[in-house]
């Protein structure tokens, strides 16, 4: 059975600081590509940053700079580390695993930016 668990989410002032985990299981996590991505009240559901098999990065424009995404196969687990945060970043975050023929999506983790 595949699970992709989040957790690390909170409430946070504005400019501080949180470090998102996703542990996976039930699929060969070395294999996929991992993402984070993140959906807003009343918006689309956005990507945030990728990881590619080969640890490759990619980042949405948004958040180039402040966060980081590493993956760490050993433990099969993906981080999102969140620096400098805005009020704009308040969301669900949600991790993704993807390869060609394959998506699947944890259940999500609430990030609240506010003072």
């Known amino acids: 059975q595949v699970q992709l668990v989040e957790s690390g989410g909170g409430l946070v002032q504005p400019g501080g600081s949180l470090k998102l985990s996703c542990v996976a299981s039930?699929?060969?996590?070395?294999?996929?590509?991992m993402g984070w991505y993140r959906q807003a009240p009343g918006k689309e559901r956005e990507l945030v940053a990728i990881a590619s098999q080969s640890g490759s990065t990619y980042y949405t424009d948004s958040v180039k700079g402040r966060f980081t995404i590493s993956r760490d196969n050993a433990k099969n687990t993906v981080y999102l580390q969140m620096n400098t945060l805005k009020p704009e970043d308040t969301a669900v975050y949600y991790c993704?695993?993807?390869?060609?023929?394959?998506?699947?999506w944890g259940q999500g983790t609430q990030v609240t930016v506010s003072s």
């Open positions: 039930g699929f060969t996590f070395s294999s996929y590509t």
């Open positions: 993704n695993a993807a390869d060609d023929r394959r998506i699947y």
